[in-house]
């Protein structure tokens, strides 16, 4: 029932990319109503029967947007039903008739909402988007009315204190169920439970205000230009659009706008430094009278609500749920990676230095200056071509003689087509996946097509999710936006869609070798700061020697990719990785310090404590500043990452170890393949994550391997 009692759930499922925050846009709602009044019923509502198809895949053929709100309301009804009979059932608490009956309910809420979040990223229209804003409240609520119902979280509780009669995955999700439960609210009085109903509503209104502020900030703080020749180094064309903005905003001239990071694009074109510092300056200072106090403001609340919880700060509270439990061991990988990334930013800094000095300028780079100097660097040392490189990446090739031909030999899996099936879009693709021994592991399907309604970024989510108690198979999808060619030319890739391929079959790799018992626990459902690791690691195997001979070859003359492409290629990827590191570094840290603060922490200036924060991790480098400063820092203060902006490094940490340590047992091989697939993708979240990666790897995670993978080391100088 996980994916239906989390409302928060839903869209976790669809984030799974992690790789894009992308969400699709609430628009206006559209002032029809649906035709919906008629009652339905499962002969007339695909939604409201078990699909007939295999591995009881959704019958997309006959799914329209006028099933969905009779199918969601009726879904709704039901499951409060199921959950009430649960609560109040007059037999004393038992594994069955608790925590399986849970499991076991909330089906057809399940199904629908299932198929509607998903088409609605993959197929979106206003009708779509009308359903989802009048769903999403009344998801939110149902969620309320599980977790802070006291009979059914009594009936949890008793289970969890006599939690040691049982072992394996049963200990486990009465663990996590108590969890839930309790990070809910569940165990408090009722001062307490409306002290976080306070708390929450407040904390909703600020960040709704800390993020109204960024969108005036957007519109308002524009760079304005009236001479033209201030703009040199920008083409034509940037010059052109740059007078349209100025048209849009009803101004003279030429505007520029800012983009969300503190770094800005254009900076590394604009060869008048005075404008670059000026654009610099208002991209780093912006919001920061308004949102200053609205962030000071939101820490304490969370300290306080923190505190009612039982934890000493928000970042305690919120990594006791993660694979890190605790702040320190965060604290130790991001520390431990600080001074090696600042050193790689000041060996950059120091070839940037060089130019400015060749140019016969007398200034120290700024960070103003950073893009301009290192884009000057880059064509010097690793100037590469991307159109010399997209014709050895044609993408029925990549995927069947590069990614499926990888997973081969990893798994020894095999991909049958399926054109009998039905799917959501014409451009998509169906695939029965098989063990070695012929034995069906899921269902897989591709979509990769940029359209009109599909939302932007690359992700992955499931239509079924495997489970042995309900005997259901896995059934999973990847979506990518790559630009579909004229009818009857090749789709040819760049790089980074191929590396995103590979990264998004990662995740369905995590989906389809779930192996466990219980819905809640199986395949991606597993903590934040691990999700990433499994779709991270699953990019490097792109690269691997044997399969880039297999497919890397150029779709006309079925020549290999020659080597010197290939190896500049690799070394390009390394470029400016010393900034990119250190500014994430900074970024990741401000969010860990703001959330360490007691609830009695007595801050009044957000500039000065974000400058003794980065002071006290020695990442207080002037020309390497935060990606986000904390004013404009809307992962943590406007969106649902506070304490979590560390976990996409955290799982490219795991990432990058274990796949060196696989590269140390052979690499490409079979064994290597079981082994990962068993102890790690296997088990969902049906154990400790950390405990897995320890059996599977013989050791906790190093940062070593994640410093070569970014080029801030060299191989030999990790080797201990
Ligand atoms: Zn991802």
């Given at each position: 029932m996980r994916n239906i009692l989390l409302a928060s759930a839903i869209s976790a499922t669809l984030a799974i990319s992690g790789c894009s925050n992308d969400k699709p846009v609430d628009t206006a709602a559209s002032a029809d109503s649906p035709k919906t009044a008629k009652a339905m019923t499962p002969k007339t509502n695909a939604l409201m029967r078990v699909s007939p198809l295999d591995y009881y895949t959704p019958e997309f053929d006959k799914v329209d947007t006028t099933l969905y709100e009779p199918a969601l309301e009726l879904g709704f009804t039901q499951h409060t039903s199921e959950i009430e009979k649960i609560a109040n059932n007059p037999a004393a608490p038992t594994f069955d008739n608790t925590i399986i009956a849970l499991e076991k309910s909330g089906e057809l809420l399940n199904r629908a909402a299932t198929v509607f979040f998903n088409l609605s990223g993959l197929i979106s229209n206003d009708e779509y988007q009308r359903i989802e804003s009048k769903m999403a409240p009344k998801f939110s609520e149902h969620n309320d009315n599980i977790y802070l119902n006291p009979a059914l979280f009594k009936r949890v509780e008793s289970l969890y204190q006599g939690r040691d009669k049982f072992t394996g995955e049963d200990k486990r999700l009465i663990g996590e169920y108590y969890k839930e439960f309790v990070r809910a609210g569940a165990k408090l009085d009722e001062d307490s439970k409306s002290k976080i109903r306070e708390i929450n509503t407040e904390l909703s209104?600020?960040?709704?205000?800390?993020?109204?502020?960024?969108?005036?900030?957007?519109?308002?703080?524009?760079?304005?230009?009236?001479?033209?020749?201030?703009?040199?180094?920008?083409?034509?064309?940037?010059?052109?659009?740059?007078?349209?903005?100025?048209?849009?905003?009803?101004?003279?001239?030429?505007?520029?706008?800012?983009?969300?990071?503190?770094?800005?694009?254009?900076?590394?074109?604009?060869?008048?430094?005075?404008?670059?510092?000026?654009?610099w300056e208002t991209s780093a200072y912006r919001a920061k009278d308004v949102n200053g106090p609205l962030l000071l403001k939101m820490t304490k609340l969370r300290a306080q609500k923190a505190k009612l919880l039982g934890y000493s700060d928000w970042a305690s509270y919120v990594i006791a749920d993660q694979m890190a439990k605790k702040p320190s061991?965060?604290?130790?990988?991001?520390?431990?990676?600080?001074?090696?990334?600042?050193?790689?930013?000041?060996?950059?800094?120091?070839?940037?230095?060089?130019?400015?000095?060749?140019?016969?300028?007398?200034?120290?780079?700024?960070?103003?200056?950073?893009?301009?100097?290192?884009?000057?660097?880059?064509?010097?040392?690793?100037?590469?071509?991307?159109?010399?490189?997209?014709?050895?990446?044609?993408?029925?090739?990549?995927?069947?003689?590069?990614?499926?031909?990888?997973?081969?030999?990893l798994y020894g899996i095999t991909f049958k087509e399926r054109n009998d099936l039905p799917v959501w879009h014409d451009d998509v693709m169906a695939f029965e996946v098989f063990n070695e021994d012929g034995s069906a592991v899921g269902l897989f399907y591709l979509d990769p097509y940029a359209r009109e309604g599909k939302r932007g970024g690359a992700w992955m989510s499931s239509f079924v999710g495997q489970s042995k108690l309900k005997n259901t198979k896995p059934v999973v999808y990847n979506a990518q936006n790559i630009p579909k060619p004229a009818e009857g030319q090749p789709t040819l890739m760049t790089f980074d869609e191929v590396s995103t391929m590979f990264h998004e079959f990662g995740h369905a790799a995590h989906g389809l070798f779930s192996n466990v018992t219980y819905p809640f626990v199986a395949g991606t459902a597993t903590a934040r700061d691990f999700v990433e690791f499994p779709s991270q690691f699953n990019e490097d195997w792109m690269l691997d020697p044997a399969v880039l001979a297999n497919y890397a070859k150029h779709y006309k003359t079925g020549e290999a990719i020659p080597q010197d492409l290939l190896s500049k290629l690799l070394k390009s990827r390394t470029f400016n990785q010393g900034y990119d590191t250190t500014e994430y570094l900074a970024a990741a840290l401000l969010d860990m310090e703001w959330h360490s603060l007691s609830a009695d922490a007595q801050i009044t200036d957000a500039a000065k404590f974000e400058k003794e924060a980065l002071a006290r991790h020695g990442l207080d480098y002037a020309p390497v500043p935060p990606r986000y400063k904390s004013n404009f820092f809307a992962h943590v203060f406007a969106g649902g990452y506070s304490a979590g902006y560390y976990a996409y490094l955290w799982t490219e940490v795991l990432a990058a170890d274990a796949f060196a340590y696989l590269q140390e047992q052979g690499g490409l091989t079979r064994e290597n393949g079981d082994s990962y697939r068993n102890i790690i993708l296997s088990r969902g979240n049906s154990r400790d994550l950390m405990d897995n990666y320890v059996e599977f790897r013989g050791q906790k995670p190093s940062t070593d391997a994640l410093l070569v993978r970014r080029g801030l080391v060299t191989e030999k100088a990790t080797k201990k």
């Open positions: 209104t600020l960040s709704t205000e800390f993020s109204q502020n960024l969108l005036a900030s957007f519109k308002n703080d524009l760079i304005i230009v009236t001479d033209k020749s201030m703009l040199a180094g920008l083409s034509d064309d940037e010059i052109s659009s740059l007078a349209d903005a100025a048209k849009k905003a009803d101004k003279q001239g030429y505007a520029i706008t800012l983009v969300n990071t503190t770094r800005q694009p254009i900076l590394g074109k604009l060869e008048n430094r005075e404008l670059r510092k000026k654009i061991e965060v604290f130790g990988i991001l520390d431990d990676l600080a001074p090696k990334a600042l050193e790689k930013a000041k060996a950059e800094a120091a070839d940037i230095q060089a130019v400015i000095k060749a140019e016969g300028k007398n200034f120290n780079v700024a960070p103003w200056d950073w893009a301009y100097y290192a884009e000057k660097v880059r064509l010097a040392k690793y100037d590469m071509d991307e159109n010399l490189i997209k014709p050895y990446f044609e993408m029925n090739t990549v995927i069947h003689d590069g990614l499926f031909f990888a997973m081969n030999k």
